[in-house]
């Protein structure tokens, strides 16, 4: 069974920086894609940020362009989401998501975080 687990929310005020932390534990072969979603308090999930197995990133949502970064580490099996000059706006609760290679052949699962809330007060 694999897990993922998210750590580094928290409350901060406008304009304050959090890292967030992802880590695929379990046995796998290997971690593939990784992203990070976001679920606002308007129920509203969108994806904020993914990259790949060689960390080539691959995507960030346009409002979080230029304010956020993310980052893996292959070895320890982890993403990170450094979120920079945060915004109300930005207040939810984030989720991590991974694409796991459970065995040299396959099969590929797609898995989930439990999330960790973020909180920017104005």
């Known amino acids: 069974q694999v897990q993922l687990v998210e750590s580094g929310g928290g409350l901060v005020q406008a304009g304050g920086s959090l890292t967030l932390s992802c880590v695929a534990s379990?046995?796998?072969?290997?971690?593939?894609?990784m992203g990070w979603y976001r679920r606002t308090p308007g129920n509203q999930r969108e994806l904020v940020a993914q990259?790949?197995?060689?960390?080539?990133?691959?995507y960030y949502v346009d409002s979080a362009r230029g304010r956020f970064t993310i980052s893996r580490d292959n070895t320890k099996n982890t993403s990170y989401l450094q979120l920079n000059s945060l915004k109300p706006e930005d207040t939810a609760v984030y989720y991590c998501?991974?694409?796991?290679?459970?065995?040299?052949?396959?099969?590929?699962?797609?898995?989930w975080g439990q999330g960790t809330q973020v909180t920017v007060s104005s």
């Open positions: 990259i790949t197995s060689a960390g080539t990133t691959h």
């Open positions: 998501n991974a694409d796991v290679r459970g065995g040299i052949f396959g099969p590929n699962t797609n898995y």
């Open positions: 379990g046995t796998f072969y290997s971690v593939n894609t």
